[in-house]
C-alpha cells in the first residue's frame, strides 16, 4: 500500500514552454501533498505544501508564478514549470501525506526529471 | 528550529563489512527521525523511522539506528554490507512544532554510500 506515482519520469522541453508534472496517490486518499527539488548531488528541497482544495504553500525562495500547484483531488496534486529555464533543469520529487496516518509520514514518489533546452 | 547534520558526504566501505553514516540532529521539540534510501535516479524508500518508542529501530535491508537523545545523534549502522546497499542516504527530522500537524520534513545533505567489491 502507499504508493505514490509520477507522471511525466523523464521530460525534455524548450526553454520558454511549460510543463506539467502530475503527483497521484494510487491507494490512499492525501489532502496534503508536497513538492521537492533535488539538485544533482544534493539534498531535497521542499519547494511547497499543496493542500487539497486551497493554495499552495511555497518557501522563502520559491515564485508561486513560476512553479503553479493545483491539488483538485484527493488523490492528485499538479506542478507546472511555467515559461522553463534551462536553470529549472532539475528532479522534482512529489510526496504524499495519508490522512489516516500519522502527520509526520510521506510517501515518495519515484521522482521526474526535467530537462530544459 | 529542527535541523539536521549528516557528518559525511561520502563514505566507501568494502563488502562484508559494517556500514556507519552518522547523523545528528537539532531540535527544540521531541523529534521523529527517518533514514531514507535513494539509488540512482530514483525516488525515496524509507528505510526505517523513530517515533518515540524503542530507542533501537530495526528497518530494512538489515539496517538500524539508534536513537541517543544525551548526544542528539540518530547513526545508521549495518553490519554487513551488500554490493546493493550503494546509495545516496538521506536523514531527516519531521518538524513537530506547532503541535505536529505540519509534519514537514526536513532533509539532511546526503551521505553517498560506495560499496567495493
Known amino acids: 500500500g502507499a504508493v505514490v506515482s509520477q507522471h511525466p519520469s523523464r521530460v525534455i522541453c524548450k526553454s520558454g514552454t511549460s510543463v506539467k508534472i502530475e503527483c497521484r496517490s494510487l491507494d490512499f486518499q492525501a489532502t496534503t501533498m508536497f513538492w521537492y527539488r533535488q539538485f544533482p548531488k544534493q539534498s531535497l528541497m521542499l519547494m511547497a505544501t499543496s493542500n487539497e482544495g486551497s493554495k499552495a504553500t511555497y518557501e522563502q525562495g520559491v515564485e508561486k508564478d513560476k512553479f503553479l500547484i493545483n491539488h483538485a483531488s484527493l488523490t492528485l496534486s499538479t506542478l507546472t514549470v511555467t515559461s522553463a529555464h534551462p536553470e529549472d533543469s532539475s528532479f522534482y520529487i512529489c510526496s504524499a501525506r495519508d490522512v489516516r496516518r500519522p502527520s509526520y509520514e510521506q510517501y515518495f514518489g519515484p521522482g521526474t526529471r526535467l530537462t530544459v533546452t | 528550529a529542527q535541523s539536521v547534520t549528516q557528518l559525511d558526504s561520502h563514505v566507501s566501505v568494502s563488502e562484508g563489512t559494517p556500514v556507519l553514516l552518522r547523523c545528528n540532529y537539532s531540535?527544540?521539540?521531541?523529534?521523529?527521525l527517518f533514514w531514507y534510501v535513494q539509488h540512482p535516479n530514483k525516488g525515496l524508500q524509507l528505510l526505517l523511522k523513530y517515533t518515540s518508542a524503542a530507542t533501537l529501530v530495526k528497518g530494512i535491508n538489515g539496517f538500524e539506528a539508534e536513537f541517543k537523545k544525551s548526544e542528539t545523534s540518530f547513526h545508521l549502522t549495518k553490519p554487513s554490507a551488500h554490493m546493493s546497499d550503494a546509495a545516496e542516504y538521506f536523514c531527516v527530522v519531521s518538524d513537530n512544532s506547532n503541535g505536529g500537524s505540519q509534519g514537514n520534513l526536513i532533509f539532511g545533505k546526503g551521505t553517498k554510500l560506495s560499496v567495493k567489491p
Open positions: 531540535s527544540s521539540y521531541s523529534p521523529s
